[in-house]
Each structure stands twice: as C-alpha cells, then as structure tokens.
C-alpha cells in the first residue's frame, strides 16, 4: 500500500456521462497530481494542486476539471465522457509543491472503461 | 509532443542475464531523470534516479547511465529476476518543473 488511495478503482460508464475520482494523498503530501495513462502510452500529466490551488496545468481538456479540498483529497471531474477518455487515470502526491528526488508516490489509479 | 521514448515496448530476458532497458529525450531542458516500475493493478514506485550532474548512478542490481550529448539513457538490471517482470517507465524533468514527462513503457518478462 503506498498511501495514496484511489476510488473507485473501475469505473464503466456511457459516452455523454459525467464521473468523479477520487483520491486522497498519503499522509503529510501537499501536492495532488493527475496523469491519464490511455493504451500503449505513457503517463500524460493533467494537473496539479498544491495544498488546495491549482500549480500546474498540462493537456487536460475543458471537459475535464479537478479540485483539491481543505482535508487535501483531490477529484477529477470528466465530463461529457466520449470514447477516447477510456484510460488509466493515476493519482500521485508528493510532500512539497515540487516533485521530491525520489519523484512521486503514485496511487494504483482508476481504470474507466467509456461504452 | 512524446519528449521521453522508449522505443522497445517489450523487452524477454532469462533469468541471471542482464536486462537493458533504453530511453531517449529529446528536451534539452530535462536534468533530472528517473526509472519507474509498475506491476499489473499497481501504481509505479519509483525505482531508480540520476541527475544530469551524473553519468552513472548504481542501487545494488540496478545501474542507469546518462548520455546527456545523445539525450539517451538506460537502465541496467543485473542479475535479472523473476520479480523484476514487470512494466518499467523512463521520466524525466526540468529544473523547477512541477511534473515529470513519461515515456511510454517497456514491459520485461524474465524467463526462468
């Protein structure tokens, strides 16, 4: 167990949908990020927060929305779902507002299955 | 835009042999590099790290050297291990950059 949970951990649902993951850091972690694993890609960084405002953004679209809460659990917001957003969706957190030395501790993600 | 490849997505070795893992980056900006591992239902753990100070970096079985003038670097895993199969990630970041870049993965099985 890492420390970092991730819920739920599968998620099937219809294009045009909305879903919410969750995540929750491990203990004493500022930083929330988001990274969208899609099939035989890499992890793709979608945002980060840190101790509750938005750091960083990368390629996440509109439809796509996050926040991290005063307790520093964060959720993703996908909206309008299409078929294309099936993927891996990982949660990773980190004590400071940067990546330590020893990079990020990652959560065992959410797979989301779009029919 | 891909900035870290890992051009070989699969990669079969027999136990007690050397496992060679590569990746390549393209932004010159990148000074700190890292190697993740990441089994079936699991998230990555952080395996290995070098900054670009660095040519080599060793952690028991495990060595990543850094060509910082062919924007390469590899991972060496020595002797190769049953447990070591699994999917590894080549990251890297900028100085002062809030998120690491990922290459897309090289899974290793080890034969017994």
């Given at each position: 167990d890492s420390g970092v949970t991730q819920t739920p951990k599968h998620l099937i649902t219809a294009t045009g949908q909305r879903v919410t993951l969750r995540c929750s850091p491990r203990s004493g972690d500022l930083s929330v990020y988001w990274y969208q694993q899609s099939l035989d890609q890499g992890l793709q960084f979608l945002i980060q927060y840190y101790n509750g405002e938005e750091r960083a953004k990368g390629?996440?679209?509109?439809r796509f929305s996050a926040q991290q809460f005063p307790d520093l659990h964060s959720e993703l917001n996908l909206s309008s779902?299409?078929?294309?957003?099936?993927a891996l969706y990982f949660c990773a957190s980190s004590v400071g507002s940067n990546w330590e030395t020893y990079g990020y501790t990652f959560g065992s993600g959410t797979r989301l299955t779009v029919v | 835009d891909q900035q870290v490849k890992q051009n070989s997505p699969s990669l079969s070795v027999q136990e007690g042999r050397i496992s060679i893992l590569n990746c390549d980056y393209?932004?010159?900006?990148?000074?700190y590099f890292l190697w993740y591992k990441k089994y079936p239902a699991e998230g990555p753990t952080f395996l290995i790290s070098i900054s670009s100070i660095k040519d080599k970096n060793e952690d028991g079985r495990f060595t990543v050297f850094l060509n910082k003038s062919a924007k390469h670097l590899s991972l060496h895993i020595?002797?190769?291990?049953?447990?070591?199969?699994a999917v590894y990630f080549c990251a890297a970041s900028a100085r002062d950059d809030y998120k690491l870049s990922f290459g897309a993965g090289t899974t290793v099985t080890v034969r017994a």
């Open positions: 390629n996440i679209l509109e779902l299409e078929l294309g957003d099936s | 393209t932004n010159s900006m990148f000074d020595v002797p190769s291990q049953p447990g070591d199969s």
